[in-house]
């Protein structure tokens, strides 16, 4: 009983920010667990690279070309899923950027907006698009990912705008959580540590911050992104069937402290 809680079988799952990082474990884990995985990005050249990858492990997979902070495009490539799949069973709201280490006081507006638009705004356009279509039809399972930069503030780097907009998508996580509870959809959040991918593993080597990083974190490590596919899995699955709007720390301990 226990474990078939974790299959997908008959599930498709679209996946933003797909082609790298946690994006593709996150594709790996749920096309492993039996969903047909739509992994969504901005760039195509990754995009293709991953899809290809994803079906030479024989994975059932597709590719769409998307930017979450354009509303409209999200909208009508919800209807298109909607359309050619028969319904997305589950969203992965996973897009996000980095853009850390600058004081507050000189935050641009322009880099404000760009990195709320893409960290928060595209999530809830995500969230709201597909979201429609699973009250609708009464069912539907949403994870969104979050980060422990959206309940800390991260020492020794600055970043008001990414600290602002994680703790944003926390509180939308938990908001539509309690609107969408009686209506068939569950959607919860994933909140990461410092992750070994292409957009976090350049600071790794950083003489300054990593010593800090690791001094706040009780195992000592970075998370790996299998480890928090894994966790999207639970969230995406009916292994999780009790939770909604709830916000899961995989951090290696650092809110610990």
Sequence with gaps: MYLEKSRLN????????????????????LGEAGAKVIIADICEEPLDKAGAALKAKGYAAATVLLDVTDPDRVGVVAKEMEA??????????NAGIAWPDTPGEDVSDELWNRVIDVNLNGVFWCCREFGRAMVGRGNGTIVTVGSMSGVIANNPQRQVHYNAAKAGVHHMTKSLGAEWGEKGVRINCVAPTYVDTPMSNTSFDDPERMPIWMDFTPMRRV????????????????ASSAMTGATVLVDCGYTCW
């Design 10 to 29: 008959g599930k498709t799952a679209f996946i933003t920010g797909g082609a790298g990082g946690i994006g593709v474990a996150t594709a790996e884990a």
């Design 223 to 238: 998370a790996r992104p299998d480890e928090i596919a894994s966790v999207i899995l639970f969230l995406a699955s009916d």
């Design 84 to 93: 050619e799949h028969g319904g997305v069973d589950i969203l992965i709201a």
